[in-house]
């Protein structure tokens, strides 16, 4: 009976998630359903289509007698990175398909949902617990390519000279109401990592204790505002601030501000998805990668906190914040409190000091979904807390985000920690 | 009145021409028009798109008065290469352009149209005969960008595994007919170049003498069945018959057969704009680089012919055969004699061993046009003849093509010659 | 007159390491000197330069009164990466460099040993702490660089299809007397990180609590016919053992074995300072990326440990071991236990599963010198125990080496181990 | 008697080349020998070896009885791009080659000398013809790389700071006494390539008839100091000068000047081989790319003659000028003349507008040795006349130099030519 409910909420939030990323592509032409701007950044029609293939391989394929593939080369074309599935697509060649069309992506789309509200009518007891435990990973998955979805559509969109509009700005939302201070967290044995019967990850488990010194963490992460001084005094020229690693990158790439920013007669303004504005100094920085975070860190004489640090002092602030269905789609002042720390959740991923490595004990699932996570534990920084792109439903205090440290294409910011004295 | 008269005939051609672009991309979805599968090969839009910003920036912005663009930034977005106009956007990056949409794009065409009939309908005879000048040119000009639409697409559809079929095979021909021959041709001072009245580009131009020594011709040009027995006898293995600049490039690349050729169940197939199909041993061989042209006469212990003597043997040749008008869009094998000569217009380019160079004596177009052809004069090979993806009427003996001897996604084959004797 | 002790020790102590530079080299013709192989591989010649350079700069230039460089470009050209003492040769162009010679470079070498002998007999009491700290810094930075000399040209003879051999190899060491174990540790709170007076570099310090959970710690490093075993059974063909940028990586260079294995007739064999052999079955395997340990630790259904499961295990074992006093400049088999472990120090440098990150409160050294080692914290993992290619004088326990993850030039193993059930 | 007279002088020459090699090495240090600055500049070393091998594999291996070559693996590292005598070591990996040592190469030219000696003293007269045939080639071959030695020195020392100094600086050669002109030729049936018994190579004959149009020129190659005007004129900055390819090649490389100039206090100076001086204002501009030629030419109002125009008008033109024997290894001013011309012969290789490509009834040689010129003919421009690193006795009016149009690091500069009016 309790399984019957769960079967029931579950259904419905698939029906709600899966609604949202079409919503999400409401305001799209035809045209930009195609385009992948860099190899990082697919097509929004492959995100459609790739998160639809998730549950037909994963769920349908293998639970839901006499299923047939819409097109079984769907399994090569929507196969992301599963080695052990078999061959796939080279992922820097995803903007080249036109077809399937976006109106067979959406056929597809429904094609799947129906077979999984089929399943879940006819879903036998003995599968049921396994079943659902694969349509929350597929939820939990389509979220995750919901914030993908927007981030690449940024992306393409910044490409192009005409600077295509995705959705109007809401109003701006009043000054920041921060005061901002260093808050001291007590040091000694703490526990991180998951806990509990709600889902998460294969990498944010087991809890397991940890030794922390004494630190303080920064009650907002850094804004708009402070990040200007740093680029006004030479940040992007003196080589004593950045990892050797950052410096020979931005020196590559010519960087000398975050992603999107541009010097206009007005003086700094944004590219974000609601067009070109002047950037709002009291907004967290943004689409900078962990190399300029870090180098900001230490040019202000502190440093960034470790992924323990931020759980330990974090787990207990509530998880609110400017999330995607806040439909902001860019971070926002902050202005409401949660304990003693501002915009833990929502509105900038955070980067960490932490590089993404195993749990101690950790287990990756079983099978080719093992591969979710596990084999990405090498040359990545963990980012946390979510952003004004991730659903409210999708983020923890455990939630372990991870990217590259030069890149910056996602909604990421950072937060300042320091040692106790 | 002779003018008005060429006026009158301008403007239907002006109509059928532009008509024709469009509907050379009706089979296409929307998602087609986007997309460029490598730098070589602009997405069909943008060949909408710049084919009209040339009658746009070369015509009504000089000679309309009042003329005022439907919008500024399409100078930049679809201006291909004229470094004198101002700068453009990357060639590589033309992809990345969902918009302007296709719709705008055809909105766009609708616009300049009608300017251009308003500037057909008021043009002051002091202007007439330059404006008709360009009027031609910007006509060639589209014409040379509908074989690049075709030739493009195809190669856009080929990197998609599901490979779409552009337009539904028509009928084979039959058998091949020919009777093989080296066509002997005398030695002596010849002409070369455009002579008379009617429209050609600065590039074939002034005529002027030539010392040819005697020489004999193909009759045809080499088949997919003779190329076959080149492939089989080994002869992407053997260094002997290559320059060395082609056997760096086919190793580099991994080729051993023709673009588009794979090796299938029932031999070797091709991927054509009809979709897969074996290929027809009679049919003249396509897609192949100048290295693999150059490499397969020597195999066979001739040549090819330089420029001078293609266009000496070929010019009294009857300028018919396998056009775009036909709407085949594949080369067919020769049916119909032409003089001595098959398949000497159509079907397929015929590299030649000119290196494109300036004939002696010319002039290239004042002004921007004079981008048009001279700056390319380097690194390239001349190839004679048009193919199946050309205008009827657009091609002529003293036409002069011309591409990097690696590329080889036109219509390209050749045609043998040897000394005499 | 305590320090004077230690300074009489420390210059007999930097006599015998820069004579031991030279020695190195000693095998070398001078065409030996010239060559960098790949950008990663340093001339000999400009390690011997290098490391002069390192005691002018930091040590001749602020400290000996009246101190003139022999040649101030080499400020320019002997600059390794310290980006705030200026701008230095580019680092893959070092091999361009035939000037200075290689005698020349010997001059250097003998003008500064000689002022910095002038700086020891003239030392003001009031500076003589911090120099002698600054000499020490050096001493131990020209150990480094000679394991560097060694593998460095290591790597250039194995360019070179006449395999030269720097030295003619020791007798075979008879076999391995190894029992293999997996040795159980306890958990708990544990203290890593370097303590004590003697030196170390500013990335072990200091010293600080880790949780750790209780494991299991092999006894020895994987040997050569353990890892033929992995091949064998596939291991470099199944993505399923492997993290996503190694199996990237290992599949775009094509790597199925370690770094100098070639299959000869006779089965594997490799390339050593000694020249060719076949590879010893109970010698350490060696010239391994941290991605090929990790994905045969995966495929032996164990892990690597990380950095602290190995220090806390290991800092007990006696530091003994096959250095490069032992002039075998090759792993050997096991042949004499340090407590329950095996080949603890020397043979092969052992990958870790952790990355490269600062100690929690560590500081990097004031100025320039605090380029040595902090900002490449990022993207490299850290390795353990010296290798036949360290100096004795220059491992301890706590001592952090560290490469990128796809990095096997170096004298690099690795060691299992598991955790507790 | 003849063929015996004929032998003696052959041999005299053979020492002289032979030795001439070595000479040209002289001032060099051992390190000098190894290093290769790019991969179009091969180590010295290798040019000594390389044209050692050619004797050995071309003419001792087939004709002398009994020869056994000193050690086979040259086979594989001397070869340097005959594909159809066997695989060869990767071009730009010669460089990392410090075995075989100098002193053993200068080893291997004795073993091949005395061989060639003894082959000579041997020589059955069935056999003379065509060994001597082989030997001549053998000779031009090794004039031709002992001009690559320099040129290639020269670019190695000038990626070192230190600048190294090959040869002391003559004397300079007092002001240019030139009077400038632009000479008439007439046009009409002229004859082009080697005619007569003495040397050639294959691709300068057969002579044969061309049709030139009537022209002009310029009886002095271009100087620098009207190459200045060009500079300062804003030449480099205008696209409208440029070929396409040249254009994308001088902004991705960012030249603004010829190869080895630079802004000094003074104004422009060079590097030489005699070290670093100001630009000689009346010496030919020299290190000059095709594109770069081309692009003055256009700025001039002119054009490159073709070679056809070249050898018609320089042919009965005296074959003097500043040659490697006047150990100048730099341009100098004009100050004799030869007819109506300066400096036809000598000084630095002047580019053409004609594309290397075969002539009309042309035959590469038989065998491995057909692979010496012809299988370079696409993607290269043709240069005559020799330069200040050529021999005297190698150089003729039908001399066919050719190098891809973006090279520069040979001695190459240029000659104005215009249609008649
Ligand atoms: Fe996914
Ligand atoms: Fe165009
Ligand atoms: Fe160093
Ligand atoms: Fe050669």
């Not at 920064?218 to 740093?230: D, I, L, R």
């Not at 050797?244 to 010519?254: F, L, Q």
């Amino acid at each position: 009976m309790l399984l019957q409910n769960d079967q029931k909420q579950l259904l419905k939030r698939f029906k709600e998630v899966r609604y949202l990323s079409e919503q999400l592509t409401e305001p799209l032409e035809i045209e930009d359903f195609v385009v992948q701007g860099m190899a990082d950044a697919s097509p929004p029609k492959w995100h459609l289509a790739h998160t639809t293939w998730f549950f037909e391989r994963f769920i349908l394929k293998d639970h839901l007698a006499g299923y047939e593939e819409l097109n079984p080369q769907f399994d090569y074309l929507f196969n992301s990175y599963y080695e052990t599935i078999g061959p796939f697509h080279p992922r820097n060649q995803r903007g080249l398909l036109t077809r399937p069309t976006a109106k067979e992506v959406f056929s597809y789309r429904n094609y799947v949902n129906a077979h999984i509200e089929k399943l879940f009518n006819d879903l036998p007891e003995s599968k049921a617990e396994l079943v659902l435990d694969l349509l929350e990973i597929g939820l939990q998955h389509e979220q995750q390519h919901q914030e993908l979805l927007l981030t690449d559509i940024k992306y393409n969109f910044a490409q192009n000279p005409l600077l295509p509009v995705y959705s109007e700005a809401s109003e701006p939302s009043g000054i920041n109401s921060r005061e901002f201070a260093m808050i001291p967290i007590d040091g000694g044995l703490a526990e991180i990592g998951h806990s509990g019967r709600d889902f998460c990850f294969d990498n944010e488990s087991p809890r397991h204790k940890v030794y922390l010194e004494p630190f303080s963490l920064a009650s907002h992460p850094v804004t708009n505002g402070e990040y200007v001084k740093f680029i006004e005094g030479g940040g992007y020229e003196k080589p004593e601030y950045w990892l050797s690693d950052g410096w020979t990158h931005i020196k590559k790439e010519g960087w000398n501000a975050p992603m999107y920013w541009f010097k206009a007669e007005d003086g700094w303004n944004t590219f974000t998805l609601s067009g070109q504005k002047k950037i709002g100094l009291d907004e967290p920085v943004c689409h900078v990668s962990f190399y300029e975070a870090d180098a900001y860190a230490r040019w202000a004489g502190k440093r960034l906190p470790t992924e323990a640090e931020w759980e330990h002092a974090l787990e207990s602030t509530v998880c609110e914040g400017n999330f995607v269905e806040s439909r902001n789609f860019h971070p926002r002042p902050a202005n409401s409190r949660n304990g003693k720390f501002y915009q833990a959740y929502g509105d900038v991923w955070e980067w960490t000091a932490s590089a993404y490595t195993p749990y101690p004990g950790s287990k990756p699932l079983e099978g080719a979904l093992g591969e979710y996570n596990a084999k990405f534990m090498c040359n990545q920084m963990v980012l946390r807390g979510g952003s004004c792109a991730t659903s409210s439903s999708h983020i923890r205090s455990s939630y372990r985000n991870f990217f590259q440290p030069e890149k910056r294409w996602q909604f990421s910011g950072f937060r300042l920690a320091e040692d106790a004295e």
